[in-house]
């Protein structure tokens, strides 16, 4: 059985205040293409569908269009829930859309049923759990001792009672121990948001979202898919790809490779002096010209207008930053976006260490953990 694994889509979101809408519907255009060439049976978007849990109604027309295309093709699709996502706006209509092969999962209750599919060798069972914190998980499990993330999913997949004598693949949105991250996502400090892979045995394969980067967690029996954009210039080096999987009878080797889509944009960096990025001639024969960029100056000196200068040879600028001997000695952090992106308890764990110049213990961050989820809960 041949599936395609997709996550993190992130419809709706902006890059530096610009809108990525015409970047992403390319793409997916491009993902379309991928389907038709590859011919699954199955297609698996792992979470994050948009960037916000109260989408733009661009944002929803947008893949509103992606999964009709999908339809018409008669694939059968699975859809969860990440982070990003409201549970329940991605649940809306699930019952009437599974007549048409598009699976959305439902609002976590303590139940995660099957959906079998059969090819040659028989049935494939799929899970869909969307991202749930422990909070999600005791709710239906008041008699289990749930601390950990990794607790969490241990009770939530016990509770499927997974046939084990048959193929069955796990569609899910968490952070397991020891993946590569990068500073588009959002993490909890400390990494108590972590999960063991060992949860995971039971499947024969996990698709994964949550990471931008696309990568095996120890075996490529469990894997992110990635972004198929890149969203951050963290990501630069980031290979974009679209996962296909093969799963032939239980117990052999499944089979993992990817297929490179093509971007609108490419993100890169440049760096050096402004006379030598002005230069008209080389400006020109630049080949990041038309990407989404980011400029490092290595002037001395601030230039006058630089941004605007710069952005009449590269349309599209991004972000500039100088490095030199003045910027390498003030290591301070300035602007809006280093808080911006960090979370409740990652904000609260830099003032505790400003405050008493010690970080917090494992204890404090749990416990400051468990204490936000209980204020995000009484606000939901």
């Keep these: 059985m041949k599936l395609i694994h997709l996550s993190d889509l992130h419809l709706g979101k902006r890059f530096c205040e610009r809108s990525l809408l015409d970047d992403q519907a390319a793409i997916l255009d491009q993902i379309l293409g991928i389907i038709d060439a590859e011919q699954p049976d199955a297609v698996l978007i792992a979470g994050d569908i948009y960037d916000k849990s109260v989408p733009s109604a661009e944002a929803v027309q947008l893949f509103d269009g992606f999964l009709v295309a999908l339809a018409q093709r008669r694939l059968e699709v699975f859809i969860i829930s990440g ?16 007549a048409s092969g598009i ?21 494939v069972n799929f899970y869909m759990l969307p991202f749930v914190k422990p909070t999600h998980v005791r709710r239906f499990f008041e008699e289990a001792d749930i601390v950990t993330y990794t607790d ?6 016990h509770a499927m009672n997974v046939d084990t004598t ?12 020891g993946a590569t991250t990068c500073d588009s996502e959002e993490l909890s400090v400390g990494g108590s948001d972590n999960v063991d892979v060992r949860v995971f045995d039971d499947f024969d394969y996990v698709a994964l979202g949550h990471i931008h980067g696309a990568q ?18 963290s990501e630069v080096k980031h290979k974009k790809s679209v996962t296909v999987v093969e ?22 960096e440049l760096c050096g002096t402004f006379d030598e990025l002005s230069d008209p001639v080389l400006a ?13 100056l290595t002037d001395e000196d601030d230039i006058p207008d630089a941004m605007a200068r710069l952005r009449s040879y590269y349309p599209y600028l991004m972000q500039l930053r100088y490095d030199n001997s003045r910027t390498r000695a003030d290591q301070f952090i300035t602007g809006t976006e280093a808080t911006e992106s960090k979370t409740p308890l990652a904000l609260f764990a830099e003032f505790f260490e400003q405050q008493n110049n010690t970080p917090m213990t494992d204890e404090q961050l749990a416990f400051m953990q468990s204490l936000i989820e209980e204020i995000e809960e009484e606000h939901a």
């Design 166 to 177: 048959v193929r069955n693949v796990l569609i899910t949105h968490q952070f397991v121990t």
């Design 284 to 296: 020109e024969q630049c080949p990041q010209k038309n990407d989404y960029l980011r400029i490092t």
């Design 103 to 123: 699976h959305l999962s439902p609002v976590y209750d303590g139940h995660v049923a099957p959906i079998a599919l059969k090819d040659e060798h028989g049935a």
């Design 216 to 233: 095996n967690c120890g075996t490529q029996r469990v894997r992110y898919c990635g972004t198929p954009l890149k969203y951050s210039f």
């Design 152 to 157: 969490a999913l241990r009770v939530a997949i």
């Design 247 to 268: 799963l032939g009878s239980k117990g052999e080797e499944l089979t993992v490779r990817t297929v490179t889509p093509l971007p609108l944009h490419e993100v890169s």
């Design 83 to 98: 982070n990003h996502d409201s549970p329940e706006r991605i649940a809306f209509g699930s019952r009437l859309m599974d």
